[in-house]
């Protein structure tokens, strides 16, 4: 099946010149629209999975209860969005964050392909202040590239930002009520953070991706970061096919390479399938 899909896919790119491709994950009953270059939807497509240990984990502890809600920053085609929706008890909701043109208008296309129920979108980066930055584009090869950071070579747009905690406030949102963030947004993970100090404080658990190189090259400390989010109490764990591990901050300011962070007031006790 996936060397059958392999030739599909490379027929729509190179023969077909197809600009949009659709992805059919039966085990989550998703269908997800793509730009046909782009690396995540090429996984979704010949595999039908993504980031298969994230993706488990987020579907066996983000359950959102009536009330709850959930962010998801950094939402591109919405695969994380689309999971929790999946899950969530009627009167939950996430709140989905993807400054991006093209990204931001597949969002929105998948959750309408899938009857998403519960999840607000909103075209806006989160940072630490209310305004306007610059989005560092990637190419299309891999859309989940952009960065507000200047590590990409790309082209450059302008693009509005918000904190978390005055969007919450603006939704008449109470902090408390956020249980669970996920944030992937290549290295501006702490600056998003920094402007979310009131959600931060309530604890909710954030998945993050933590790309040490990434932060260095925009020109930002590791060590605030961790001297920050360790200062809420947080406990860091890295997950991996193989599971959860607590890691402490020596380890996350020696790192290299990109790591995948829960933050998490609490050991979760979470075993791979």
Not at 181 to 210: C, H, N, W, Y
Not at 227 to 236: L, N
């Amino acid at each position: 099946m996936a060397a059958l899909k392999s030739i599909q896919y490379a027929l729509s790119l190179y023969l077909l010149r197809r600009p949009f491709m659709e992805a059919h994950i039966p085990e989550h009953c998703l269908r997800i629209n793509f730009k046909t270059e782009d690396a995540a939807g090429r996984r979704l497509f010949k595999r039908a999975d993504y980031e298969p240990h994230l993706t488990n984990f987020v579907c066996r502890n983000v359950r959102l209860k009536a009330g709850e809600h959930a962010v998801d920053i950094g939402a591109n085609l919405g695969w994380y969005s689309l999971l929790m929706d999946k899950m969530a008890e009627p009167g939950a909701s996430i709140h989905a964050f993807e400054p991006d043109v093209l990204n931001y208008k597949l969002l929105q296309h998948n959750l309408n392909k899938n009857e998403a129920r519960s999840v607000t979108t909103n075209q806006i980066a989160l940072s630490d202040q209310d305004g306007e930055s610059v989005l560092h584009l990637y190419d299309d090869k891999n859309r989940g590239r952009h960065s507000l950071l200047p590590i990409n070579d790309g082209e450059q747009i302008n693009v509005k930002t918000t904190c978390l905690d005055t969007y919450l406030k603006s939704q008449d949102i109470d902090s408390s009520a956020v249980t669970f963030i996920k944030i992937d947004i290549e290295g501006f993970e702490q600056v998003a953070l920094k402007g979310a100090s009131q959600t931060l404080s309530q604890r909710p658990m954030i998945l993050s991706e933590f790309v040490p190189d990434y932060i260095k090259k925009g020109g930002l400390s590791v060590d605030d970061y961790t001297d920050y989010m360790f200062g809420f109490g947080y406990m860091a764990f890295s997950l991996t096919e193989a599971g959860s591990e607590e890691v402490g901050a020596d380890y996350l300011r020696s790192a290299s390479g990109a790591l995948d962070i829960l933050w998490s007031s609490r050991e979760v006790n979470w075993k791979p399938t």
